[in-house]
Every structure is written in C-alpha cells, then in structure tokens.
T-cell receptor, first 113, second 111 residues
Framework: GENVEQHPSTLSVQEGDSAVIKCTYS??????FPWYKQELGKGPQLIID?????GEKKDQRIAVTLNKTAKHFSLHITETQPEDSAVYFC????????????FGTGTRLLVSP | EPEVTQTPSHQVTQMGQEVILRCVPI?????FYWYRQILGQKVEFLVS????????KSEIFDDQFSVERPDGSNFTLKIRSTKLEDSAMYFC?????????FGPGTRLTVL
C-alpha cells in the first residue's frame, strides 16, 4: 500500500521568510496530493492540492510542486505570517472512486514575529 | 460556507462501554469517511462509506467498529466495547468530487 514520508517534523522561521515542507510517496499510481493545515484542537483544513497531470499549482502565498518521476511533492509558503503557525500534513491517494487519504507524519511550523 | 459538523466535541467513557460518534457531512456530498488521530501522531484512515455501504476499511476497523447513515443526514461511528487504545481524536470527512473536507473532530477518552 501507499506510504508517505514527510520532512521536516518541525520548522521554525522568522516572519516574512519562506517555508518548504517535503513529502515522498511510494505508490507510483497515486495521482492526487492534498495538503492540510491543522490548528490546535481543530480538524485538518484543506489548503491546496495538486493532481498528477500538473507539476505546480499556486494560490497566493502557497504553492505546491510535484515531481512524479522522483515521487515527491513539496509545499512552499512565502512571506510567512504568525497565523501560518500550525501542523501541516501532506497526503496521497489514488483518487479514483474517492479512495482513502494516506497522510504524512506532519510538520509543525512555527513562525516567529 | 458548508462544513462538516461533529458531536460531541469530547466524549469520556469507561473501558468496555459503547460509544457513538456523530457527524453531519456536507449536504450534497456522497462519500463519507472516518479517520482517527492518536495524540501527536498522523491522521489514519478507518473507513469509507458510499451508497449505504462500506467501500473500504483499514486493519484498525475491526469487528468492534461499525458505521451507519441512519437518516440521510447523519453519519455515525460506533465502537461497541471501547479499549484504552481507542483514545484518540476521531475525524469525519466527506467529499463530492475528490477533495475531502474534515470536521472538527471528537476527542474520545477511554478510562
């Protein structure tokens, strides 16, 4: 089955810096890769996703890149703000028939003012 | 904006007791899921549900677990005889076109 690795486990940046979180997946058949932000005591919130037919997707300060050959994808946050502080999870799935999401282990991002 | 809701937010129970966790998915969604997250760990898939039947279940989802959509709006997870290791956050999710939207979770504490 699918296995998703995520690095780093913690990431501390100064406000205004960029942050990059990386994930690798094992199943080459996976074709849908969402990113979730989880704030303390809340459920995961979908922030951006990418499908395997594109290499990059951007939404304001957030971007995701996908390298299908290497089976890795990354989340990029530019101009970080303190409210970006949260745990970020990547996930992968074979999005045919709405399959289960397999999550990475999470990255705790701390943005200091 | 439509959202997934879950009740209760926190459930405390004694080991061996039955618990029912409730979810109201987004109204036009057809696919429903339960995930759990043990404190400090990643989110793990439990079960998916479509057209009034289970689509897929994980190894965690043993005979002690069951799901039901009793009335066309609620989606429930039942644990028949809770164990200490069932203590976790339980998240319901729903989807229409692939993207899964999560509820705020129920924290289950088994004593």
């Amino acid at each position: 089955g699918e296995n998703v690795e995520q690095h780093p486990s913690t990431l501390s940046v100064q406000e205004g810096d960029s942050a990059v979180i990386k994930c690798t997946y094992s199943d080459s058949a996976s074709n849908y890769f969402p990113w979730y932000k989880q704030e303390l005591g809340k459920g995961p919130q979908l922030i951006i996703d990418i499908r395997s037919n594109v290499g990059e997707k951007k939404d304001q300060r957030i971007a995701v890149t996908l390298n299908k050959t290497a089976k890795h994808f990354s989340l990029h946050i530019t101009e970080t703000q303190p409210e970006d502080s949260a745990v970020y999870f990547c996930a992968a799935t074979l999005n045919t028939g709405f399959q289960k999401l397999v999550f990475g282990t999470g990255t705790r991002l701390l943005v200091s003012p | 904006e439509p959202e997934v809701t879950q009740t209760p937010s926190h459930q405390v129970t004694q080991m061996g007791q039955e618990v029912i966790l409730r979810c109201v998915p987004i109204s036009n969604h057809l696919y429903f899921y339960w995930y759990r997250q043990i404190l400090g760990q990643k989110v793990e898939f439990l079960v998916s549900f479509y057209n009034n039947e289970i689509s897929e279940k994980s190894e965690i989802f043993d005979d002690q677990f069951s799901v039901e959509r009793p009335d066309g709006s609620n989606f429930t997870l039942k644990i028949r005889s809770t164990k200490l290791e069932d203590s976790a956050m339980y998240f319901c999710a729903s989807s229409e076109a692939g993207e899964q939207f999560f509820g705020p979770g129920t924290r289950l504490t088994v004593l």
